[in-house]
């Protein structure tokens, strides 16, 4: 009742106005406020959304690189496994009836050491290897052999022997083309009267002590008891890969490589193997470096760490064993930084990445199979490390999101100023006619209102008005008809 009561106490133009301005405010207000409300929840979205694929796009960078690693390294094995197979192929081929290759001198492994002038003319003591070396010719070893007790027995010893001795060839070719090589041997468990092991190596140098050590039976060297023949001879004829372990001499780290020979009825011939250095692998490994602190490891299926840039990590002749991955990868206080669960996930065969803690500090650990010698290529990146060159683009885009909103509110207060300055000139546009209308109806209810009639009062209606279409023109009409009317009974009346 109020409202009505103030409406009606108030001009048609000022209703009108007020009407207008209530409705501008109402739609582009409404619209403003619902543009505004859309835009920054797009922009919330499109900043969540931004960082996600920004997150996901550092993850895949994190994992190309742990693929790379792997791709690497299995080259390095792929070609160290392709040599391995060549001289077992070799093996097999000197074992078979199409062998042409002649007779060739052979060295008993004692005389490099103790009795040189039986040994290879291009013997030298090479310091890295700590023992005297040929290149040349390999040397070898039989089961029970002494300084003077080493002849192989005429039979299958002696043929064995002089049929093998021709590898040195192969051996050569392959330190040649591939000198990461740093063993390469063959062991054959001979099926005679004395099952006696036989055992070449190359380069050829000292495998056993002096006569003290080899004088007695439970020292006695039985290659086909040792953990990598097993091993390799478990693979019935497949390339096989051991687990990493440290030179004996002078603690460099290697692996094994080798393949069951045979002959060509398919029986057993020799295991043959070489001992690869993965110095190289290592080097290449710890020289990875990922944004300021990340970094490159290298384990086995078995969590063994291989390469890390932990010193901790480093085998020595002291301490031979590679450490687990769960005692490099730990906390100030001991405890492991990786669960049973994150190490069954490296270690599952498969790729991805995976976040840990460590000392607090969260963690991207992206892991993936090298495909050969059943080893893990590993990238350790601390998340906000990672994550760093995120916040500069979430700034720039809240920035830039602010000043769209802003931008927003300008454009609705201008088109309400604008609004309201049109609606101030339709409303004065529409009114005007009505306050003509008004003026003169006024004027028929002064005094002069007859004389006024019989001097034509008309003549002051806008005849744009009369001539309208609308509804105005069709009250001015009936306004003039109405005067017209009045001006006639007046005149009837003077008449």
């Not at 109020?2 to 409404?30: C, E, Q, T």
């Not at 040189?116 to 040397?139: C, F, R």
């Amino acid at each position: 009742m109020a409202l009505r009561d103030f409406i009606r106490k108030r001009s048609i133009r000022f209703n009108i106005m007020v009407s207008f301005v209530l409705l501008s405010l109402i739609f582009i207000g409404g619209i403003g406020g619902l543009s505004y409300l859309l835009f920054q929840r797009a922009g919330e979205q499109t900043i969540v959304d931004s960082r996600n694929a920004l997150v996901d796009q550092i993850k895949e960078n994190i994992d190309i690189t742990a693929d790379k690693n792997s791709q690497i390294i299995n080259e390095k094995l792929s070609s160290a496994e392709a040599m391995v197979q060549y001289q077992a192929s070799e093996l097999e081929y000197l074992f078979s009836g199409n062998n042409r290759y002649g007779d060739r001198d052979v060295y008993y492994d004692y005389v490099f050491e103790y009795n040189q002038s039986y040994a290879p003319t291009d013997l030298y003591n090479d310091i890295p290897y700590g023992v005297n070396l040929s290149w040349d010719y390999s040397s070898y070893y039989l089961e029970g052999s002494n300084s003077t007790h080493y002849q192989p027995k005429a039979g299958i010893q002696n043929i064995t022997l002089e049929t093998v001795a021709s590898m040195d060839y192969v051996f050569q070719y392959i330190h040649d083309n591939a000198p990461e090589f740093r063993w390469l041997y063959i062991a054959f468990e001979l099926k005679d009267v004395d099952n006696t092991d036989l055992f070449i190596n190359y380069p050829g140098s000292i495998l056993m002590e002096d006569d003290i050590l080899r004088n007695n039976q439970s020292e006695w060297y039985e290659a086909h008891t040792e953990d990598w023949y097993m091993d390799v001879y478990d693979g019935n004829g497949s390339i096989v890969f051991t687990e990493p372990y440290t030179d004996e001499f002078d603690g460099v780290p290697l692996i094994t490589i080798g393949r069951l020979a045979k002959f060509d009825n398919g029986t057993d011939l020799a295991v043959i193997c070489g001992d690869i250095s993965i110095d190289d692998m290592v080097d290449k490994i710890i020289n990875v470096q990922v944004l300021d602190t990340g970094y490159a490891s290298l384990i086995t299926s078995s969590g063994l760490v291989v390469a890390h840039p932990d010193p901790l990590s480093i085998p020595d002749l002291a301490n031979p064993d590679f450490k687990h991955i769960s005692e490099i990868e730990k906390n100030l206080d001991s405890s492991s930084a990786l669960s049973l669960a994150d190490i069954d996930e490296i270690t599952s065969g498969d790729s991805g990445i995976l976040e840990y803690t460590r000392d607090g500090q969260e963690r991207y650990l992206a892991y993936q199979p090298v495909g050969k010698g059943d080893y893990i290529s590993i990238i350790i990146v601390p998340v906000e490390e990672a994550l760093e060159g995120i916040e500069p683009v979430e700034a720039r885009m809240n920035e830039a999101i602010r000043t769209n909103l802003n931008t927003i509110w300008i454009i609705v207060g201008a088109s309400f100023a604008i609004g309201i300055t049109v609606g101030l000139i339709l409303t004065a546009y529409i009114t005007r006619p009505f306050t003509h209308l008004i003026k003169v109806a006024q004027s028929l209810s002064t005094r002069r209102a007859r004389k006024d009639i019989m001097e034509g009062i008309m003549l002051n209606i806008d005849p744009e008005l009369l001539q309208s279409e609308d509804e105005l023109g069709e009250l001015t009409r009936a306004f003039k008809g109405m005067i017209d009317s009045v001006q006639q009974a007046e005149r009837e009346k003077d008449d």
